[in-house]
């Protein structure tokens, strides 16, 4: 290739990698995702009559491996073991949302008069939520452990493999001998043998996924472990990526299915999460590519002219999914205010709708002018996820604070009271907090600093105002009928003072502490308290240390806290989080 062809191909990756970095770095400085300022560029330059990437085949082609390796690190995140672990929210839960939200917004978009089978299309695509938006909004509230992100976890990898099945379908639609356009008329009976054709396919390729995971991928990778280059690690998961999905493509199916199904071989294996570290820079680079052809495909004439309908959409969307969501969450059982806060926090688009819409057949079936209107209006909620998501937060919060009132007036009447008290409900009192539920040991909690106070009764904690060295208030929270009290962030000289009293009017009640060495550890010991030494660890040493004491098996404990240490270095259980 002569070299002036070479530059003409590599100056619109430049500048589009120049623009998009000053995207990103904008996006974060106003508190939004990545994704939505990679839009928001993309429909700029499509304003300003710039079309780089519409003549450019080498950033085309990098915009479509960015899809594929979005797909390939979900499927790094969905390993077998993790699909048993939480099998009742993703195949229980995940399942009724995804249908309940798909009828409502089917319903809102038949009204709005597209057609039956459009309609659907649009309301199952509309029902999904986004992965790359929501996992940091859960990270940063430091709710991975709590029934809200776990829930939300669940649901959105089972999302994530609806997606799938919609790319598998609306892939179909246009591969008939009947073609996209036929569905408009006997849509039905045109879709149902394509689907199911195209779902057939699919489950041999996830069986011969496993099969090659187990007798190909895992002992190739440890033949590569055992030679120590990391950058082999990250050739050979391009490999199986590529590969992977030019497989599925050559049977007829989508490319993007094929990638997931490669993640999938590669979560199977003790070097997952290499992998990931290996790959995540390539999968954000590239997917900053695919959002900005996205701006680039939508109708800047149709978007000026019918924004009201835009923003009119994005508030359908948002309040139905809200709807639909608690709906959802009340059929399983759940507790009013957890419902509100998980369809909230579940309420925006899913950026795998701008997947979806740059199908052709799905622009057909569709229409492009209603297309270029879903789409920004997806974009729109996802900018407004983390206020939704703090709103959801907050209504949730007021109605726990008052119906938590009642329940330990009734508790303290009858002279209940869990065994436990924890002091300080920061990152380390949640994870304690999360460990005493998963074991159905009982405890409640008391926090001095109103934010975090707020913010843990808000995600289901069970916790009070008050500072525990004022010892007025250890009447009032029953001492007397509590095994252990736990300290995660308390100073020495504050115990120190009350130490003496505490230990004279509840001589029974052991009390652990959070240290950061063997000379702090000493001096609590010397004043009657029990030290564990790890306040660097996310509290699981005193996790480990609190369990026992309540006869809690060393196994079971074990267990529970290296499931927790996989999901903190991302493995299963964590969802991935667009660049």
Not at 118 to 142: C, D, F, K, M, Q
Not at 274 to 289: A, C, D, K, Q, T
Not at 341 to 366: D, T
């Amino acid at each position: 290739m002569p070299m002036t062809e070479i530059l003409g191909s590599l100056l619109p990756v430049i500048v589009l990698l120049a623009l998009g970095v000053g995207a990103a770095m904008a996006s974060r400085a106003c508190r939004l995702s990545p994704i939505v300022g990679y839009l928001v560029l993309g429909l700029g330059l499509k304003a300003g009559g710039i079309q780089l990437l519409a003549n450019s085949s080498t950033v085309s082609l990098l915009a479509n491996l960015g899809v594929v390796f979005l797909l390939f690190d979900i499927g790094l995140h969905f390993s077998l073991s993790h699909i048993r672990h939480q099998a009742g929210d993703i195949f229980g839960f995940g399942p009724l949302q995804v249908v309940f939200g798909t009828v409502l917004l089917g319903a809102l978009a038949r009204l709005a008069g597209l057609p039956s089978m459009s309609a659907l299309l649009l309301g199952a695509v509309l029902a999904l939520s986004s992965t790359a938006v929501v996992a940091p909004v859960i990270a940063e509230r430091h709710q991975q452990n709590c029934p809200v992100g776990l829930t939300a976890t669940a649901i959105l990898i089972f999302q994530d493999v609806a997606a799938i099945f919609l790319l598998i379908v609306a892939g179909s639609l246009g591969t008939g001998d009947r073609g996209a356009g036929t569905l408009h008329g006997d849509a039905a009976a045109a879709l149902l043998p394509l689907a199911a054709s195209a779902l057939l396919k699919a489950a041999l390729s996830f069986v011969v996924a496993v099969a090659v995971s187990r007798l190909v991928v895992r002992p190739l990778f440890t033949v590569i472990a055992r030679q120590r280059q990391e950058e082999v690690f990250t050739a050979t998961a391009l490999l199986i990526a590529l590969t992977a999905g030019w497989a599925t493509g050559h049977v007829g199916l989508s490319p993007t299915l094929g990638a997931f199904l490669g993640g999938m071989t590669v979560a199977e294996t003790p070097y997952r999460a290499v992998v990931h570290s290996e790959i995540n820079p390539f999968r954000g680079l590239l997917l900053g590519f695919f959002f900005i052809s996205v701006g680039l495909s939508l109708d800047v004439g149709v978007l000026a002219r019918e924004w009201p309908l835009v923003i009119a959409m994005a508030a359908a969307m948002i309040g139905g999914k809200i709807v639909s969501n608690a709906t959802a969450s009340l059929v399983f059982r759940w507790s009013i205010p957890g419902s509100l806060q998980l369809g909230f926090l579940l309420s925006q688009g899913s950026e795998f709708a701008f997947v979806v819409f740059s199908l052709p057949a799905v622009r057909l079936l569709i229409g492009p002018a209603w297309v270029s209107i879903a789409a920004a209006a997806v974009a729109l909620s996802l900018a407004l996820t983390p206020s939704l998501a703090g709103v959801g937060r907050i209504v949730a919060g007021r109605i726990r604070r008052s119906g938590d009132v009642r329940r330990d007036r009734e508790l303290q009447m009858r002279g209940l009271q869990p065994p436990v008290v924890i002091v300080g409900m920061g990152r380390i009192g949640r994870t304690l907090a999360d460990a005493l539920h998963a074991f159905d040991i009982g405890y409640s909690a008391v926090e001095r600093d109103q934010r975090r106070l707020s913010e843990a009764v808000a995600d289901g904690y069970n916790a009070v105002f008050g500072d525990m060295v004022d010892l007025r208030l250890w009447e009032p929270v029953a001492m007397h009928g509590r095994r252990v009290a736990v300290l995660t962030a308390s100073s020495y000289e504050e115990i120190r003072e009350i130490s003496p009293i505490i230990r004279q009017r509840f001589p029974d009640l052991v009390r652990y502490v959070l240290v950061a060495d063997a000379t702090e550890a000493e001096r609590f010991h010397e004043i009657g308290l029990h030290p564990v030494i790890g306040r660097g660890t996310l509290g699981m040493n005193l996790v480990a240390e609190v369990l026992g004491g309540l006869g809690v098996g060393s196994t079971e404990t074990t267990s529970w806290v290296e499931r927790q240490r996989e999901r903190a270095r991302g493995g299963p259980g964590a969802i991935p989080v667009a660049s």
